[in-house]
C-alpha cells in the first residue's frame, strides 16, 4: 500500500487548489470541475480537493454541538510571521485561538483548519 495524498472537500475545488498552491508553491496535476490535484515537486504524497458542495467547515477550537474537525494540515516553515502573512497573503484567515508558541493555526478559504509550525 502507498498512501498518495490527503483529500480536502470544498464547494470550489478549484480556488481550495489554488489557495494552497500559492502557499506551498506545488504544481497542479489533475484540474477538472470536481476534482483537482497538486503533487510535490519531488514526489511523495500530495494534496487533492474534491467537491463538497453542502461543506460545513469544522469549529476550531472544538466545541460540543458543532462540526468536529477530522484533520488538519501542519506545514512547517522558518519563519512564522514571513509564512502567515504568506498564508494570509493567499486567502487564509488567522484563527482566534492558538493553542502553541511555535504553532500558528490558520483557516483555509473553504474553512479547513490548518498549522505553520517552527521547530523549538
Known amino acids: 500500500m502507498k498512501l498518495t495524498a490527503t483529500v480536502l472537500g470544498a464547494p470550489d475545488p478549484r480556488a481550495l487548489a489554488k489557495f494552497y498552491q500559492a502557499l506551498l508553491g506545488w504544481p497542479l496535476g489533475a484540474d477538472e470541475a470536481d476534482w483537482v490535484t497538486l503533487r510535490p515537486p519531488g514526489g511523495g504524497p500530495g494534496l487533492s480537493f474534491q ?70
Not at 63 to 76: R, T
Not at 82 to 105: S, T, W
Open 51 to 120: 467537491l463538497e458542495r453542502e461543506l460545513v467547515p469544522p469549529k476550531w477550537p472544538q466545541e460540543p454541538g458543532y462540526q468536529q474537525m477530522m484533520l488538519h494540515l501542519d506545514i512547517e516553515v522558518d519563519d512564522l510571521a514571513q509564512a502567515g502573512a504568506k498564508a494570509v497573503a493567499a486567502g487564509a484567515r488567522l484563527a482566534q485561538f492558538q493553542p502553541q508558541e511555535h504553532v500558528r493555526v490558520y483557516l483555509d478559504p473553504a474553512g479547513h483548519p490548518f498549522c505553520l509550525w517552527v521547530r523549538p
